[in-house]
């Protein structure tokens, strides 16, 4: 029988992982991850044709090209539901005033913090601000992240977010890695706008959503919900503003204060309430009910040395599906890596490796309305897929410090792959074997 064409076979796999489905997999549910050992994954265009065992599709396909995971783990891409990756200029100084004991609050308070990455945004062109950002999409690529959520925010004025916006859109076009771009204009009150800040929510409401979603340059809405930022009044203004546009929400809620951002989550009916380090009993119920999806984001107290963290294992028996993500940003947590993540959400909130690897995968893609495309490797959906050299998928969360990337591959493309490792090759090992001979 003549085998079928296929454009890529993924062989050699010590296993493959997956969550499966397309929405978002709830409490118990969340460490439901099959692992199928010895398959195969069969790649045509830019979908997931088969899973199977791997002699029987190597028998079955002919394939254009074969990527050998060299007995690693194969996983499906990774989906960062959370990050700020417009930004020009790095905050490692408020690093260090945090080493010595200033807080994040205090740094912002004293016109550091976010407002200091809006100077650097603000004078920065859109050239520089493309060429940052794809570095850092090359980056998350690396790190096994095939689709980012990205938000604006640095700007705060309707022409430096629209800018921020633009350049998410350009840089979409020529990098593999997918971004969901996300309107954060009330991400603080701007300078000029301190004395009288509701002048700057009437500007958000009637003058950037307006632009930004005629544009069709966000997806999402976000708004910083603390007391210091805006309140919840303001926020619920600029979120039902938003909704009228078309744009979904997403919430700062309850980060650092107990504020009530997740109760309002559920209100309006976001599509995620994200950190939650403060949330109450009442947040955590109002978003089960409304099937709010949390998003944490361990790595930033960490970050931070704020001592609150959220209650990761709280929100998971409580039915909710939370998924996991960076904030990469350069306050608050300047690290890209989702499986790095994973190992802290084990390390910190008592999350299985299985449990991590859903909220890194199906969970955030549901989280961004994309579960029935991504998320999961699954015959039928898009073709975005990790190559690991992980022996099986715990190690995801076992192993820190180090990418255990190999091999991207987005929309059935191979789209980065390590050179083979010099001290494991064949070659290198015979020549340390006759070094320690002589
Ligand atoms: O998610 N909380 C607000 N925004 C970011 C921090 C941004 C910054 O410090 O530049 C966060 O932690
Ligand atoms: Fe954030």
């Known amino acids: 029988m003549p085998r079928e064409s296929i454009d890529l076979l993924i062989t050699g796999a010590a296993e493959v992982a997956t969550a499966r489905g397309s929405t978002a997999l709830a409490g118990d549910e969340l460490g439901t991850v099959g692992v199928l050992e010895g398959a195969a994954v069969a ?4 979908t997931l044709l088969e899973i199977g065992p791997e002699a029987e599709l190597v028998e ?5 090209e074969v990527l050998d995971a060299e007995g690693g783990t194969v996983l499906p891409g990774f989906v960062d539901a959370h990050t700020h990756p417009v ?3 790095t905050r490692e100084e408020e690093f260090v005033l945090r080493l010595q004991g200033a807080r994040y609050a205090e740094i912002a308070a004293a016109g550091g913090g976010i407002l200091s990455t809006v100077r650097g945004v603000r004078s920065a062109s859109r ?4 060429v940052l950002l794809l570095e850092r999409l090359d980056r998350f690529l690396e790190l096994g992240t095939t689709t980012v959520e990205a938000k604006s925010g640095y700007g705060l004025t309707t022409e430096d977010e629209l800018k921020c916006l633009e350049v998410l859109a350009e840089a979409a076009r020529l990098h593999p890695v997918e971004v969901v771009p996300t309107f954060l204009g009330a991400h603080d009150v701007p300078e000029e706008h301190r004395s009288a800040p509701e002048r700057y929510v009437d500007m958000v409401v009637q003058e950037m ?4 979603a005629e544009a069709g340059l966000a997806r999402y809405c976000d708004v910083f919900t603390e007391q210091h930022t805006f309140g919840l009044e303001a926020t619920r203004r600029i979120a039902r503003a938003a909704q009228e546009l078309g744009l979904g929400v997403r919430l700062h809620a309850d980060q650092l204060t107990p504020l009530g951002g997740a109760r309002l989550a559920a209100e309006l009916g976001a599509a995620t309430a994200d950190h939650l380090e403060h949330v109450d009993e009442a947040g955590m119920e109002a978003m089960r009910e409304a099937g709010v999806q949390p998003v944490l984001c361990p790595l930033v107290p960490l970050f931070l040395r704020e ?3 959220a209650p990761g294992r709280a929100l998971v028996s409580r039915g909710l599906a939370p998924a996991l993500a960076t904030d990469f940003n350069p306050g608050s947590c300047y690290i890209q890596s ?7 959400a084990a390390l910190r909130y008592g999350f299985t490796p299985a449990e991590a690897l859903t909220a890194v995968t199906l969970n955030a893609a549901a989280s961004l309305d994309l579960g029935a495309r991504l998320g999961t490797l699954e015959p039928g959906k898009q073709a975005d897929v990790v190559v690991t050299d992980l022996p099986n998928a715990q190690h995801l969360a076992y192993e820190l410090a180090r990418s255990p990337v190999r091999a991207v591959v987005k929309r059935g ?3 980065d792959r390590k050179s083979t490792r010099l001290n494991s090759s064949h070659a290198n090992i015979s020549y340390a074997v006759f070094c320690l001979k002589k």
Request: hydrophobic share 40%.
């Open 87 to 89: 930004f020009d200029g």
């Open 338 to 344: 989702l499986p790095e993540v994973a190992s802290w």
């Open 209 to 212: 959503l307006p632009r930004v």
């Open 127 to 130: 050239e520089q601000l493309l």
């Open 43 to 46: 790649i045509r265009g830019e």
């Open 413 to 415: 493309r191979v789209v």
């Open 60 to 64: 079955r396909y002919e394939a254009a």
């Open 307 to 309: 001592p609150q963290e």
